[in-house]
C-alpha cells in the first residue's frame, strides 16, 4: 500500500513540473505572437483590447528593418550553398577512405561546436582586419561559413554511414568511374543526410547574433542584429511582428525537414550541438 | 578504401576554410593577448611589447564576479534542464501512440529551432518591466530590479533552450534502455520511482552526461541571453569580451579572456568525456 502511495506522489509531481515547463516554453511565445497584432500606439501590458496589423506595417516599411532581413537571407543562403558543398564532399571522403590523421582531421572539423561563438566573432574580426578584409559581407559570410560547416559535415557523415560501401564497390567492379559511382550511388542514397545539414546550416545562419555582431559594418548588418540593438534601445512592438516572422521561418524549416527526413529519424542525427 | 592523391585533394576546401577563418584567427589571439594595451588606443600597436599584464588583470578580483555569475548559472540551468529534460524524454520515448510521438519530436525540434531573439523577447514580454507576471510579481513582493529576480529570469532564458535539448538527446538513450529491466525491478517489489532511479537512470547515464555536458558549454558561452534578460546587471563573460571590443577597443585584453573562456570550454568537454568514457565503458 506504501508503495503505491509513494508512487501516486511522485507520479503527480512529475506530471505538474511537465506541465508547468509547457507552459513556461508555450505561454511566452504565444504572449509575444498576441502581441504583434497589438492596436494600440505604445508597449502596454497583455492582452490587446483590439487587434491591428499596425506592427507589421511598421516592420515592412522600416528600411533599416528590411536592410537587415534581406542581408540575412542572402548571407543564410550563399553560406548554406558554400558549406552544404565542402560539407558533402569533406564528409565523402571522410567515411569513404583511410588516410593518415582521418580522427584528428574530424575533430578539427567539428571544433566549432565547442568553440564560443563570440570567441568566433572576435578572433575573426582582428584576423580579417589584420589581412585587410574590410567588406562587411565577405566579412559574414566567413563567419557563418565556418560556424555552419560542421554541422552539414555531421549531418552528412550520419547519412553516409548508412549506406553500404559494397553499393559503389559493385559500380566500381563494374565498369563505373569514381565520379560516376559517387553521383549515380552514393550522392542520390545521401541526399537526405546532405538536405538536413542543409536546413541546419540555414537555421543558424538565420539565428546567430553572438559571431555576427563583430563582423557587421554600419550598411551591412544581419536582422538578428538589428533587432537586437533595437532591443537594447527601445521594446517596440514591431520586434514581436519580426519575431512571428522568425517563427514562421522556423515552421518552414521543420516543414522541409520532415518531408525529406521524417522528423523521427532526425533523433538519430547530429542535430546536437557539441 | 584507401585515398589516393586525388581524393585527398577533395579536402583542400575544407581544410583550407578552417586553418583561415579558425586556427590562423585563434592564433592571432592567442598573439593578441600577449600584447601591451596603451588606454585610447584601437587594439594593440604593432610593435606594442609583449607582456603576461592582459592575464594578471584576469585575476582582478572585479572580474570573478562574471566568471562566477557564468559558471554558477550554466550550472544551476543545465542541472535544472537534466532534471525536468529527463522524465520528459521518458515519457516522449516510451510514447505509445505513434502520431503522439511525432508530434511531440516535432514540438520539441520546433522549439530548438526558435531564434534565440524570438525567445528573449518572448521571455522579456513575459517576466519583463511590462510583463503578464507583473501583478503576480507585485502580490509576492518581487521586485523587478532586484538581481537574484533578474539572475532567475537569465536562466529561464537558458532553459528555453536547453530543456527541449536535453529532452530530445536523451529521447534516443531511453529508447535503447530496455523496459523490461525497471519492470523486473517493479515484479521484485521496488516502487516504480525507485525501480526508475535505480534502474533507468543509470542505464542511461551516458547520455545523461552528454546532455550536461553540451548544455553547460552552450551555457557558459551564452552571448544573447544575458544581454537582453541581464539588463546589464547580470553579465557573462561573452558579454565581457563584448565590451571590450565594443566600447573600449581593448583588443589584447578581449583577447586574453576569449583564450580562457576557449580553454575552459575545451578543457570541461574533455574532463567530461574523459570521465563519462572511463567510468562507463571500464576503460
Not at chain 1, 536546413?199 to 544581419?222: E, G, I, N, R
Request: glycine residues 6%.
Amino acid at each position: 500500500m506504501a508503495k503505491r502511495h509513494g508512487d501516486d506522489i511522485a507520479l503527480c509531481l512529475v506530471a505538474l513540473v511537465l506541465a508547468c515547463t509547457l507552459i513556461f516554453l508555450v505561454v511566452p511565445i504565444i504572449i509575444s505572437a498576441g502581441m504583434s497584432f497589438d492596436a494600440r500606439p505604445y508597449l502596454a501590458p497583455f492582452p490587446p483590447p483590439d487587434l491591428s496589423l499596425q506592427w507589421y506595417e511598421r516592420f515592412f516599411s522600416d528600411p533599416y528593418m528590411l536592410r537587415g532581413l534581406r542581408t540575412s537571407l542572402v548571407l543564410a543562403f550563399t553560406a548554406t550553398c558554400v558549406s552544404t558543398a565542402i560539407g558533402t564532399v569533406t564528409a565523402f571522403v571522410i567515411d569513404r577512405y583511410e588516410f593518415r590523421g582521418k580522427e584528428v582531421m574530424t575533430a578539427f572539423f567539428l571544433s566549432p561546436l565547442v568553440v564560443p561563438g563570440v570567441v568566433v566573432g572576435f578572433a575573426l574580426l582582428l584576423f580579417l582586419s589584420f589581412v585587410g578584409v574590410f567588406d562587411g559581407f565577405a566579412r559574414l559570410l566567413a563567419g557563418h561559413v565556418i560556424i555552419t560547416i560542421p554541422y552539414t559535415i555531421r549531418t552528412t557523415l550520419a547519412g553516409l554511414v548508412g549506406i553500404p560501401p559494397s553499393l559503389s564497390e559493385a559500380a566500381l567492379s563494374l565498369g563505373a568511374t569514381e565520379r560516376q559511382a559517387f553521383w549515380d550511388i552514393t550522392f542520390p542514397l545521401a541526399k537526405t543526410g546532405i538536405v538536413a545539414g542543409a536546413v541546419f546550416a540555414f537555421a543558424f545562419s538565420m539565428d546567430d547574433v553572438a559571431v555576427s555582431m563583430f563582423l557587421t559594418d554600419p550598411t551591412t548588418y544581419t536582422l538578428p542584429v538589428a533587432l537586437i540593438s533595437m532591443m537594447r534601445a527601445n521594446f517596440d512592438l514591431s520586434i514581436a511582428a519580426a519575431a512571428l516572422l522568425l517563427i514562421g521561418v522556423t515552421l518552414a524549416l521543420i516543414l522541409v525537414l520532415d518531408r525529406v527526413v521524417g522528423l523521427d529519424k532526425v533523433i538519430g542525427q547530429g542535430i546536437y550541438r557539441g | 578504401m584507401k585515398a589516393t592523391r586525388t581524393t585527398l585533394l577533395l579536402l583542400v576546401p575544407a581544410t583550407a576554410a578552417f586553418v583561415l577563418l579558425l586556427a590562423f584567427p585563434l592564433f592571432n589571439i592567442v598573439n593578441e593577448s600577449f600584447k601591451l594595451f596603451v588606454p585610447g588606443r584601437v587594439g594593440s600597436a604593432e610593435d606594442a611589447p609583449y607582456t603576461l599584464q592582459n592575464y594578471s588583470e584576469l585575476l582582478l578580483p572585479a572580474y570573478f564576479n562574471y566568471y562566477f555569475t557564468t559558471f554558477r548559472l550554466g550550472f544551476l540551468a543545465s542541472v535544472i534542464a537534466l532534471a525536468i529534460g529527463f522524465p520528459m524524454a521518458y515519457v516522449v520515448a516510451r510514447m505509445r501512440w505513434e502520431l503522439g510521438r511525432k508530434l511531440s519530436i516535432g514540438f520539441l525540434i520546433a522549439l530548438m529551432f526558435l531564434s534565440v531573439l524570438v525567445r528573449v523577447y518572448s521571455l522579456e514580454l513575459t517576466f519583463g518591466s511590462v510583463g503578464v507576471l507583473r501583478p503576480v510579481l507585485r502580490f509576492l513582493d518581487i521586485s523587478q530590479n532586484d538581481r537574484t529576480y533578474t539572475e532567475w529570469v537569465v536562466i529561464a532564458g537558458l532553459l528555453h533552450y536547453i530543456i527541449p535539448m536535453s529532452a530530445l538527446t536523451l529521447v534516443g538513450t531511453i529508447q535503447n534502455v530496455n523496459p523490461r529491466l525497471a519492470e523486473a525491478a517493479m515484479s521484485l517489489g521496488a516502487a516504480r520511482w525507485k525501480a526508475h532511479l535505480t534502474v533507468t537512470v543509470p542505464l542511461s547515464i551516458r547520455g545523461i552526461l552528454s546532455a550536461f555536458l553540451i548544455s553547460y558549454t552552450l551555457c557558459i558561452s551564452a552571448f544573447v541571453v544575458p544581454m537582453v534578460l541581464g539588463k546589464g546587471r547580470v553579465l557573462f563573460v561573452s558579454n565581457l569580451i563584448y565590451n571590450r571590443f565594443s566600447e573600449i577597443a581593448n583588443y589584447p585584453g578581449g583577447s586574453s579572456l576569449s583564450v580562457m573562456l576557449l580553454v575552459v570550454s575545451l578543457l570541461i568537454v574533455y574532463l567530461i568525456s574523459r570521465i563519462s568514457i572511463r567510468r562507463w565503458e571500464g576503460g
